[in-house]
């Protein structure tokens, strides 16, 4: 309303207000990870690459970059392992036998499809839900075999 009102002042303390709100929100929630948990995986997505797609603003909105940087660092300080992880097909894997069965959702088309019952071993999986597990189980499989370093 302020915008087409055409109040730009009102306009720029309102986005002001919206901007530290989010930040404030994304310190407590890293800050709460790195207190409650020893070691924290996370999915290798990039927002520079979301926000050349439809789901931008969502993608800058959910401000993912800053928790990253955010949990990073705080990591550090904490002690907290912290490492990111390849979350390719994390959503179509079934976290629970591992495989990825012809019923899983796939492409654009699949993203609206929430939640689904692979054909291998009939477990129901949350869209999300089953891409933390697998997310999570990269992670401490790369824990079990090392992390190799960068120079290799």
Request: charged share 25%.
């Amino acid at each position: 309303m302020a915008q087409r009102a055409n109040k730009k002042s009102l306009v720029k303390a309102l986005h002001a207000k919206i901007k530290n709100r989010r930040k404030d929100e994304l310190h407590k929630f890293s800050t709460m990870l790195t207190q409650h948990y020893g070691t924290i995986f996370v999915g290798n997505i990039s927002s520079s690459t979301l926000i050349k797609t439809k789901m931008a603003k969502s993608a800058l909105d959910a401000g993912w970059s800053s928790l990253k940087t955010m949990l990073e660092y705080k990591s550090d300080c904490a002690g907290v392992m912290y490492e990111e992880v390849n979350e390719s097909y994390t959503t179509q894997t079934c976290s629970s036998c591992g495989e990825k069965p012809p019923s899983r959702p796939k492409g654009i088309a699949g993203l609206g499809i929430r939640e689904w019952t692979c054909s291998d071993c009939g477990s129901v999986n949350d869209r999300d839900l089953n891409a933390a597990r697998n997310i999570l189980a990269r992670g401490h499989s790369r824990l079990a075999v090392g992390i190799p370093s960068l120079s290799q």
